[in-house]
């Protein structure tokens, strides 16, 4: 990515001078780059864990990350943890295997080691080590049951191309002669001998839990976490009833939990004799002294584990996580099934249903936003014209992109023109109704980079598509003229792992603004563009925050600066114009790219021929990976209000 970020204008995480301090004979460009990884990984921190900018414990796992970077190597993490699906499948989570909280999960992961890669070449990898068999036992799960979730959760990463994951089980850490490689049988023939093997080989001898609890804070920490999940985990394996009052359970989660540490303790120290390379990151609150505490949900709730609970989608695309029960008490949102599996809640709306003439659609929510639309039935049941075009605009006014994948005879260009009419009123420019997105070299037909296979900035349509309006005091003034909406078909299938659109909403965006530069300082605000392509445009007083014509909702209108050193077309020239001097111009506009590319925000889209896309111009804005020049990636874009 062409982008250079600032360290780290978007985080709150900024480490004081005394942790650099701490790091001897140190290389600057080493330590930025060093800190700005540190400040990336801590944009998914636990919501209210520690800050590491309010200690010096910091300045370890600093010095990790700067031996990999002196050492230009990928960043290395693990983390223990997708143990098994909780036993309490009536009110937590809606069955033994993974679903779609574990697939936002894993993807948020393997965004967080891409984020990485954005602005270190070498990237980043995450081991996750399943610490299921450790415990399955206590909690009264089947041996079979743990390999059946880690099975799955391996098919789901290579289902869906996360490649920065990685898996460990425990046989890989512990020295137990059994077979490489493991079948259901003989995994569960073998289950017990690895934890009598994990005990025996990393126990420490001595060990007492209720000491620990009471002198050492992380493990206090872990141990109320216990408490809190075992409660419901266990309330149907040992109801309270006849024999079983509401203390006696108690003081049994306690032993259990108890026991838990115990183990938890042995596997930490076989984790970190394993893997003594690797920063070691937890789904537990900690002092942040030894481990990095992370959410595993894009999800403001504290259940930020997908195996301790459900997810649901609003219709705006964001995510709520709670207990099963909750949902289904929820008038407002329904259970949704994927492969004859419940998977997740979603918001009720007669937007995600039509076509039930001809079989229907399925709607796939996409991290860390958007929607993926596909016949019900298979490829090819629908087409092009028995898209809802009413429903599709409305649902990408919510929720964009809206991508439409497997329908026929939507390379049609005939049928394409059609169904933008439908959809809206088209609105061609200089290009005519249907402009060709694909790579023509030095023949910019005066749109600059759109049709070059360089990165493009974070834009939206119709900037520069201008008119002349006569002022109040007979002066004329340049106004930008943008339209609504996007409608994309994908003659061609884009270069694998390149040639992406992405898309970044700003529902997503101000969710993650940092405090010290609030939505109500952006409001007022204005900016200027000038370039020296189309017509060498300049316009003064852009509003950076503009409401959505149809939600009301808050939206970024901003053109990410493309100064000359980042393009062989034209320079792109921006500035803001009213910044008050507690939040300049320069940090505004800093934190706003840092955000437009953050992982968590920004969805990369990959095409696949045929596919449609409807986005909303004004709910998001978008730009274009770069791709191997002259290389076979055409698209079709019509523009619309």
Known sequence: M???????????????????ERLEDTEQPYLETSTH??????????????????????VNFLAHIYSRVAANEPVLMCLPAFPFKS?????????????????????????????????????????????????????????????????????????RGFHHIEFCRLKDIVHVDVPNELDEIRYVANAT??????????????????????????TCLTYRGYIKFLETDLQNVYPIGEGRS?????????????????????????VRERFPDRLRLSIHASTGENKLSINLLPTDTTFTTPWHCSIAFRLDGTTIT?????????????????????????????????????????????????????????????????VDASKVRALAQRNSPVILRGFSQTRNRDFFVEKAGELGTPTGWKFGLVLEVKDRGADTRGLNNVLSAEWMPFHYDGLFKTVKKVKEDGSEELVSTPPGFQFFTAVTESPKDTGFTLFSSSTLLFKHLPAHIPLTTLRPLTWTVSTSSFNSTVIH??????????????CLRFHEPWPQSKT?????????????????????????????????????HSWEKGDLLVNDNVLTMHTRSDFTAGCDRELWRINFD
């Open 193 to 218: 001998n690895f934890r009598h093997a994990l005990l025996k080989q990393f126990s420490k001898p001595g060990y007492n839990v209720s000491l620990r609890i009471s002198e050492d804070e992380d």
């Open 246 to 270: 509401k203390s006696k359970y108690k003081r049994g989660i306690e032993y259990i939990a108890k026991q838990m540490l115990m183990r938890g303790d042995a596997f930490a120290r076989a």
């Open 541 to 554: 007083g852009l509003p950076l925050v503009v409401e959505h014509p149809v939600t009301g909702r808050p």
């Open 2 to 20: 062409p982008s250079v970020l600032k360290v780290d204008t978007a985080d709150d995480l900024a480490f004081p001078a005394a942790l650099a």
């Open 568 to 604: 062989r077309f034209e320079a792109t020239n921006v500035e803001i114009d009213n910044a008050a001097a507690d939040a300049d111009a320069e940090s505004i506009s800093d934190t706003l790219v840092s955000l437009l590319h953050d992982r968590r925000v920004a969805y990369y």
């Open 37 to 58: 990884i540190l400040s990336i990984i801590s944009r998914y921190k636990l919501a209210n864990d520690v800050s590491l900018a309010k200690t010096n414990d910091g």
């Open 87 to 159: 036993p309490n499948r009536s009110t937590k989570v809606l069955g033994r295997l993974p679903d779609k909280a574990e697939e936002f999960a894993l993807a948020h992961l393997n965004g967080l080691c891409a984020a990485i890669g954005d602005i270190y070449a070498p990237g980043a990898r995450l081991m996750v080590v399943s610490d299921g068999l450790v415990y399955n036992d206590l909690l009264g799960v089947p041996d079979k049951d743990v390999w059946a979730y880690g099975e799955a959760l391996r098919a789901l990463q290579t289902k």
């Open 322 to 386: 709670g207990h099963r029960s909750d949902f289904e008490a929820n008038d407002h949102f329904e259970l949704v099934y994927e492969d004859s599996r419940p998977s997740y809640f979603r918001e009720k709306s007669d937007l995600l249903s039509w076509g039930d003439e001809r079989g229907g659609i399925t709607c796939d929510p996409q991290y860390p936003a958007g929607i993926i639309i596909r016949p019900a039935t298979g490829k090819g049941a629908l087409s092009i014209k028995d």
